[in-house]
């Protein structure tokens, strides 16, 4: 299989939060120009009571102009690793803290624009230690939900963050749930 050629690539558009390029390729005679969203990379955390309950934040989006109900997640800050940007924003966005983090896997959220990654991790051993931090502009509603009831929530739309369920999806597998299965759970 050939590769594209990179025949010119310009930063067109700077922002805190991504950057974008455009460039044109090749690939044999085709040539195209493409778009490609620049990030750091993305965590999410799925937050597990000692009851089995998981912590759920409830928050406005900008791009859906819309409530999105969504696990904690952010950027991976500058200097961070994943595991310490998952910690920061359980807390920031939550007020917990987990005696333990662990990593239950990767995605790119969109190859065909993004060249990112969005890391999940497991949160276990919560501790209420604090009020949210919540950044300028954020607004924050942080609830719990029976880890059972996730499936229905999944399956009726009530949470249709892609990167969301697809961290759900490996809360479901680091639980030996069988998606193979997905229908029974959807």
């Known amino acids: 299989m050939a590769d594209w050629k990179i025949l ?14 455009c460039s044109s390729r ?13 990030s750091s990379d993305w965590v999410n955390v ?6 089995g309950r998981v912590v759920l934040i409830k928050q406005w989006r900008h791009g859906s102009q819309d ?6 997640g952010g950027l991976v800050d500058q200097g961070e690793t994943p595991a310490q940007a998952a910690a920061r924003e359980l807390a920031e966005e939550t007020g917990y803290q987990a005696r333990g983090l662990r990593f239950l896997g990767k995605v790119n959220p969109n190859p065909a624009l993004f060249d990112n990654y969005c890391h999940t991790f497991l949160a276990e051993g919560l501790e209420g230690a604090a009020e949210p931090q919540l950044d300028p502009g954020e607004s924050i509603e942080v609830f719990t939900v029976r880890a059972a009831d996730l499936p ?15 961290a759900l999806a490996f809360y479901w597998l680091s639980q030996g749930q069988d998606l193979a299965a997905a229908r029974d759970l959807l």
């Open 8 to 21: 010119k690539s310009e930063e067109v558009f700077t922002h805190p939060v991504l950057s974008v390029t």
């Open 26 to 38: 090749r690939l044999g005679e085709h040539t195209a120009d493409y778009v490609t969203l620049h």
């Open 46 to 51: 799925v937050p597990v009571t000692s009851d």
């Open 67 to 72: 409530w999105a109900i969504e696990i904690p």
């Open 152 to 166: 229905a929530m999944v399956a009726t739309g009530e949470i249709d963050h892609c990167i969301v369920i697809a």
